[in-house]
């Protein structure tokens, strides 16, 4: 209907709704309107019926018989309703019920905070609870509430006594938590318990009495539930440990829970270090009580606790067959260890040469040589020179036939003369002196007449093959030496002395062994080097070292290092700067794409400024400083003061233009921080007004990020405070990258590859951390450098796009003690890859050095030899030296050219200069460096390829 009534309307109408007005305009429609009176006709018609039907329906209710009213009966009232009814009722009964629980269980499972859970009972050092964005220092008898998170730094003591029983009283029996120093917990309270949630650190739990609720301690591997017991739980980067002295402890990890009995030890990862709880008590302050508890100590654990853990390597597996040296005395029975020089300084060991073979087979460095890109750039045109001197000058190929014709052990010791090596050649000697005569005694006569004279000597003597090379010209002492114990089968006595013992109490069957024995070296250097000298071995802590050793082997991705640094008597100077392993907090603030980051765990840096200071004043003897530097010392000291005992430094993303490197160190007051660097700004101002720096403060993300500038700068650094942290970055934009990582919970800490990555064995915190994986990296990089050198640098250089094949990221770790520093690099999962990985890098870097050090250098002296004989010649037909160069090739063509200097840049020749006072000439090459020295400093090869000096042809008479 289009017209302006609808059927609305006329409904309306028939209800009477419509004024006197809107009555006379509808009739006014309708009469004009044929289809709208239509409908009104059928709407009136309809309304006739409905009347008559409701009229019809009340007639008969009105006749109908009215019901009768029965009295109620006393049956039992039954209620009759639809299986639907029945449904939804049974469907809102279990709603309720199941709300119920869920709300019981919420209010177990969901702590509550601020509720009062015990109070502070001891403190000693510096102990802080975190509030926003500061650190507070907590004080004795402070209450410690539900959701409090606390620290204590190094060197304190916190002890929390816990609530009582309702209405109970006060005892010396009192429930008491202790936490060491450097330890990070926070306190939640629920409905059926309390837990302590140890995010790092070492904790002593002493339940003397029931306690108000039960007590679990929460670390992020495990949940110690008590059972009314006295246990210590540790929580370092990779693992927990959980040690019971009284009662019994129930640790659950992953759904499956272990009972830990008194005097028993748990531990999430595998402990190799002999740990026990007797190693846990000694920083309690009730040590005796524990003590008397656990009963007297045993002799074999006296033993475990005296006894300096041994350096942790994979050891040599037992021989399937045993060697056993003829009886007709032809052979020697001596290991090659009983051959090495008495005063041997530096000593190397394969314990078994095949076994080492067959390692560096399996591993990766072995996949590394044989890439096809490596072996493409191997057999280039560019490389044959290099490849011929290999293979024809130094026999290569012959040597490595002689390696793998040694079937035992191998030893090398460097001593003051001279070096000796020693190889184990008695299980198949007649197959060694078929190789030594055939291969290599043509080489030697070789290098002998190229490189050595009698000072060199290499030979097969009863069953072992000896190197011998005596450091002074023309002496045979050590040579003997060597032959009289061979001859004899007589021990040099090397494996009776102080060195080697100390190697072999560290470790007994090592595959293989690097060793320097620092303390004999120190003694000599000590007793002839001058008073400034033997401080400087002070200061930096060498004085007192004892001995080095690494002990490596090839396994899986790389090799397996193992470090020692041993000390006789207490670590001190620089190298006792390194802090005992503790746990640490600085990943958190480094992001996933970090390629590198190294963590460590210092001494105070109050206590080292105040060492390095003592050193300075020292060396200043009388000299006093003015007031300035003297308020400016007292401002450092107080702002190191400020800081704790964790660094660390990171390079992550992006790599240019300007590096992203970030430094973070723990921090103890921040807010005196604050308050130190804009009083030490000022001050620098005051000194220097052109320095025009300034600080500038912007909030992001509820953090506060403060940049620091000034004139000429050309970036901005920037630090923000994260939690109990000091996060300094190059400019603003890396530093909120730093805080999105550490709010967001995104940092490298938390990757699951990083985890992985953590020892399984060992202890479980650290002196030193360190995080690599600089594969992705080093392609960028080196293909920059590639591009920047020199065309004959480069035409050398393998394409290193190949790195990209074998990334691997991994990590070391440290561990040190009064008496030793041991260090780590995980081989096994691919962090010392990398250098194999870099073997193609170090090959091409050294190749061009090795041709200029050899061919070119080779070059530059035969230019000079046949310059020389042209001068010489000169002299005997003209009775003098010619005074240049030019006088050779004309009028007699003593040269056909002068020679061209094959170091110099323009392509000059040879330098040449006749001395008339004394009758000499001197002919020289500027040499490596490419710096015409006038012929004063002479050019040494051993110092190194392209170290600085002249290669002279000196003729004196």
Known sequence: M????????????????????????FIEHISACAECAALLKAYEQQERLLEQYFATRFKEAVKSPKPLIVKASNRPLVLRASLPLYAAAAIVFFLMLAGSVL???????????????GRVHALSGQAQYFEGNKLLPLEIGMKIRSGTRFKTTKNAYLAIEMLPLAKEKETEQSNIVEFKDNSVASFQDYQDRNELVL??????????KKPQKKIAVRTAKAVITDRGTIFNVAQGMSGTYVGVVSGAVIVDIQGSSNTVEPGNVYFTYEDKTGDNVRRHIFWSHYREKLLALLGPESETQKRAVAAVPQLRVRELPPPQSTFVPPADDSLGSLATTQIMPDNTRFFVEFASMPETIAEWRASDYSRVLQDPELIKWWNSKDMEQFRRHLVEDIGLLQWLEAIQGISGSVSMGIAPEGIVLVADCREDVAKMRALFEGNITPLLNKWKKSYF????????????????????????????????????????????????????????????????????????????GSPSFNQFLDRVGLDNMDYLMMSPDFAGRGINQALRIAFEGQRHGVLGWLDEPGSMGAFRYYGADSHFIAAARIKSPDVIFNEALRWVFEDLHDE??????????????????????????????????????????????????????????????????????????KEYRNKLIVSVAGRGWTFEPAYVILDDYLVIGPGEPFVRHAVDVFLEGHSIAAESGFQNLLPSSGQS??????????????????????????????????????????????????????????FYINGSSGVDFNIGGALPLIASLWTPRVMHGDYVWETAQESLKTTAIGIESFNVDNNRYPNTLDELLAPVHYLSSIPVDVYSKNGETVKYYVNQSDGTYILYSVGPDQTDNMGEIYYDPTNGASSVGDIIFLNRY
């Not at 709300?103 to 859970?117: D, K, S, W």
């Not at 995010?199 to 003397?208: C, P, Q």
């Not at 061979?486 to 060793?515: C, I, M, W």
């Not at 723990?666 to 720096?693: C, G, Q, S, T, W």
Request: glycine fraction near 6%.
């Open 199 to 208: 995010e790092r650190g070492e904790i002593w739990v002493h339940l003397n």
């Open 103 to 117: 709300f019981v269980n919420y209010l177990l499972h969901t702590a509550r905070q601020g509720r009062e859970i």
């Open 2 to 25: 289009n017209c302006p009534i609808d059927e609305y309307k006329i409904m309306a109408y028939l209800d009477g709704d419509f004024s006197e007005q809107e009555n006379r305009e």
């Open 765 to 822: 915190n650290f002196s030193m951390l360190f995080f690599q994986n600089f594969s992705s990296l080093a392609p960028q990089v080196m293909n920059k450098m590639k591009a920047a050198l020199n065309p004959f640098n480069a035409k050398h250089m393998p394409n290193f796009n190949l790195l990209n094949r074998f990334q691997a990221a991994g990590i070391s770790y440290a561990f040190a003690n009064d008496e030793y520093v041991d």
């Open 453 to 528: 004279r009698e000072d060199f000597s290499i030979e097969l003597r009863h069953g072992y093959l000896l190197l011998v090379l005596s450091y002074f010209h023309g002496s045979n002492k050590l040579l003997k030496k060597t032959r009289e114990a061979v001859d004899g089968d007589k021990p040099t006595g090397f494996t009776e002395g102080h060195f080697y013992n100390q190697l072999r109490a560290n470790v007994p069957n090592s595959r293989l062994t690097l060793a320097l024995d620092v303390r004999s070296i120190m003694q000599q250097k000590r007793r002839r």
């Open 624 to 697: 006093t400083l003015s007031a300035n530097d003297d308020a400016m010392l007292g401002m450092w000291k107080e702002l190191a003061s400020c800081l704790g005992n964790e660094a660390a430094i990171g390079f992550q993303n992006p790599i240019l233009p300007i590096p992203n490197i970030q430094a973070t160190i723990e921090i103890i007051d921040p807010i005196k921080f604050h308050e130190l660097m804009i009083e030490a700004v000022d001050r620098m101002n005051k000194l220097n007004p052109y320095l025009e720096i300034e600080m500038r403060g």
